[in-house]
């Protein structure tokens, strides 16, 4: 009754505290959800095909169509609280540039897409009513890194907008390098490279502390977390931290604590689950637990309280409660059911 107790009393926190929280979801499969996630009922499902990543700006939802052939695409939705508008669609790229979009984020008046398998990093302007406009800029990674049966050709799987408003990062997974470009109103323009990572990085995810301050990358191949210093467009490497010990080269997804104090990063192929680090003042991490969760999870989300993790090979989402002292995650057993998630963010 010990046991149970404290998870009996996990499950009622979170199916009182949060009735109209909408959890959606991105998935490998003919559609993303929208979800009361107190309840975990579907509230509207939008139909296309493998929408892997999302990103949510009001009521506009922009999802990739990772696609590994000319079909390949970004959708932008409206979400009216109760069911999904399609507004338009735009192809990622240049034929066999733009195959499988992997990652999307937006400014709000930019709109970036990372394609994986075509390499590229595929630009557009949203229009007043958030439509996307035809592709304006494709950026085409490169090469270098030594792992010739991953980083062979080019691959892109990230973007972030820099805090300061003024630049546009992306992992070049196959170069082991951070791209930037600069912003000036709606273009893009001058690309560089930002920083260089250790040889068989693969970096993968990126992630800005709250401050603008500090700047992580995790290594899908390495399995380590990089921590760099920015300031005025400029990275400065300051740690590498080992996250998967296992050298499974299948690490994926990075995020912060709401207050700051903890970075967590998921990892699969071998002992999936997620890793947790503390953060010190000046930006570096110290690994304090590790979560085993199901088999592989993609993507998750953290919030003061909880940790709901997509875990692919599953289907389910999983709901995990956080202590914001420790950081550490304790399985509430609560699940989920969807085909293939893959992505998941939570809508107060």
């Known amino acids: 009754m010990k046991r149970i107790l404290p998870i009996f009393l996990a499950l009622l926190a979170l199916a009182c505290s949060r009735p109209e929280t909408t959890l959606f979801v991105g998935t490998y499969s003919d559609g993303f959800y929208a979800l009361d996630f107190a309840s975990g009922e579907v509230i509207a499902k939008a139909p296309m095909p493998n929408p892997s990543f999302l990103a949510i700006n009001g009521d506009k939802v922009y999802a990739v169509s990772e696609m590994p052939d000319e079909s390949a695409s970004i959708w932008a939705w409206r979400y009216g609280g109760n ?14 540039k733009g ?9 709000g008046g930019l709109l970036a897409v990372a394609n994986y398998s075509g390499g590229t990093l595929a630009l557009y302007k949203l229009q007043g009513d958030g439509r996307i406009g035809p592709l304006d800029s494709l950026v085409v990674s490169g090469t270098g890194g030594p792992d010739m049966s991953r980083q062979e050709t080019p691959h892109v799987h990230c973007a972030t907008f820099t805090p300061d408003g003024k630049h546009l990062f992306f992992s070049e997974f196959s170069a082991d390098a951070i ?20 040889a068989d990085f693969g970096p993968r995810h990126l992630l800005f502390d709250a401050s603008g301050e500090h700047f992580y990358v995790i290594g899908e191949l390495s399995g380590d977390v990089a921590v760099f210093d920015y300031k005025a467009g400029n990275l400065t490497l300051r740690q590498v931290v080992k996250a998967d010990r296992f050298y499974a080269r299948g690490a994926a997804d990075i995020h912060l604590s709401p207050d700051g104090k903890f970075l967590y990063a998921s990892l699969r192929l071998q002992n999936d689950g997620i890793a ?29 309280d909880l940790a709901i993790v997509a875990c692919r090979d599953s289907d389910e989402i999983e709901i995990y ?9 304790t399985d509430t057993g609560r699940r989920i059911s969807l085909p293939k ?7 107060e």
Request: proline content about 9%.
């Open 83 to 96: 069911g999904f508008d399609l507004m338009g669609s735009q192809p990622t790229g240049l034929p066999e």
């Open 179 to 198: 791209g930037s470009l600069d912003i000036a109103g709606h273009g893009v323009s001058n690309y560089r490279i930002a920083a260089r990572l250790p």
């Open 321 to 329: 409660s956080r202590d914001p002292d420790s950081g550490l995650l």
């Open 341 to 347: 998630p893959v992505f998941v963010s939570l809508q």
């Open 276 to 304: 947790v680090f503390s953060v010190g003042a000046d930006g570096t991490l110290a690994e304090v637990g590790y979560q085993h969760t199901g088999p592989h999870p993609r993507n998750f989300v953290i919030t003061k």
């Open 99 to 107: 195959e499988d979009p992997c990652y999307v984020a937006t400014n």
